[in-house]
T-cell receptor
Framework: DTGVSQDPRHKITKRGQNVTFRCDPISEHNRLYWYRQTLGQGPEFLTYFQNEAQLEKSRLLSDRFSAERPKGSFSTLEIQRTEQGDSAMYLC?????????????FGAGTRLSVL | LAKTTQPISMDSYEGQEVNITCSHNNIATNDYITWYQQFPSQGPRFIIQGYKTKVTNEVASLFIPADRKSSTLSLPRVSLSDTAVYYCLVGDYSSASKIIFGSGTRLSIRP
């Protein structure tokens, strides 16, 4: 257990529905990341926060995706009008950026299946 | 972007030492080299990180030559539980979007 928790672990939804995932990072970590991973591929960066500010977003993050980190604590990732191509594992990670090293600690992920 | 190249897959046997090499020819001065391990249905787990020369911890060693254009993760006396995907990452982490996982190396350990 890395200390990063994600909820739910699994989500099955129908195409066109909205889904929301939650990530609780390690409490003292100021950075929080979201990744998407499909079968046989490495995690792909989606977005990250430093405290409550969303500093970077990948071009992979379409307008249907939105992420928040109110008060710099937990974060939510919402996908609106889900499509079958959104089916993937969504991973959250957190880190403490006191040096350049910035080691990321990952949660177990939320597996999304869009039917 | 500092792109990395590593073997798609490797096989070994229990008790052997396994070395996985990662090539990163355009590594920048401020970049660190980090290795992660991932088991099925789990998030990646940090193994080791280094900047130059050799780093050793309780699970692995990381060898980095003077030119830093490659690195080798060394796993001593592997067991079946070391079967996983191993990712080599390069970056200074000032820009998260520039840290690319790639497809990793799928290591299979046999009895």
């Amino acid at each position: 257990d890395t200390g990063v928790s994600q909820d739910p672990r699994h989500k099955i939804t129908k195409r066109g529905q909205n889904v929301t995932f939650r990530c609780d990072p390690i409490s003292e970590h100021n950075r929080l990341y979201w990744y998407r991973q499909t079968l046989g591929q490495g995690p792909e960066f989606l977005t990250y926060f430093q405290n409550e500010a969303q500093l970077e977003k990948s071009r992979l993050l379409s307008d249907r995706f939105s992420a928040e980190r109110p008060k710099g604590s937990f974060s939510t990732l919402e996908i609106q009008r889900t499509e079958q191509g959104d089916s993937a594992m969504y991973l959250c990670a957190s880190s403490l950026t006191e040096t350049r090293k910035n080691i990321q600690y990952f949660g177990a992920g939320t597996r999304l299946s869009v039917l | 972007l500092a792109k990395t190249t590593q073997p798609i897959s490797m096989d070994s046997y229990e008790g052997q030492e396994v070395n996985i090499t990662c090539s990163h020819n355009n590594i920048a001065t401020n970049d660190y080299i980090t290795w992660y391990q991932q088991f099925p249905s789990q998030g990646p787990r940090f193994i080791i990180q280094g900047y130059k020369t050799k780093v050793t911890n309780e699970v692995a060693s990381l060898f980095i030559p003077a030119d830093r254009k490659s690195s080798t993760l060394s796993l001593p006396r592997v067991s079946l539980s070391d079967t996983a995907v191993y990712y080599c990452l390069v970056g200074d982490y000032s820009s998260a979007s520039k840290i690319i996982f790639g497809s990793g190396t799928r290591l299979s350990i046999r009895p």
